[in-house]
């Protein structure tokens, strides 16, 4: 499937055995009894699980990270290199730069909407559960924030 600029777009059927989602999804009990009680509490904090969950009663584990910034820019290129070296599973990128995006990506990239006000060189949003942090300006506070 292409859209009108040649861009493909791809999709993953997440129904499995009549059920949305089943390999997709976590409960917290799920996630203590496969992993020690100590490490659990610290994997359940850095997705922000809970027990009533993001989507159907459960837990969909991701994090989506907004990038913002010139590519050409020195700390840019450092940060999308620390998020991309870093092991972070499910996690959903959107890289944004106004020197090669058109006007109203914000409007067609819901990550997007309403931060591209900011005028930092680099601003990084972190966002779980569809709730961003406040925006990050600073390499320490990214490497911090991961």
């Not at 059920?19 to 610290?42: H, L, M």
């Not at 996690?91 to 930092?120: C, H, Q, S, W």
Request: with cysteine.
């Amino acid at each position: 499937m292409y859209d009108q600029d040649s861009g493909f777009y791809s999709a993953q059927d997440a129904d499995s055995e009549g059920e949305e989602g089943k390999y997709y999804v976590w409960n917290i009990d799920e996630i203590k009894s496969i992993i020690d009680s100590n490490d659990a509490d610290k994997f359940i904090k850095y997705y922000g699980l809970t027990k009533s969950g993001n989507f159907e009663h459960n837990n969909i584990l991701h994090k989506e990270i907004v990038i913002i910034g010139r590519r050409d820019k020195p700390e840019v290129q450092k940060a999308l290199r620390m998020i991309y070296e870093r092991y972070i599973p499910n996690r959903i990128i959107v890289f944004y730069d106004p020197d090669e995006m058109a006007d109203g990506m914000d409007r067609t990239i819901t990550l997007l909407e309403g931060r591209l006000d900011n005028k930092a060189d680099l601003t990084i949003y972190i966002c779980e559960n569809n709730v961003c942090k406040k925006p990050i300006t600073k390499l320490d506070d990214l490497e911090n924030a991961l």
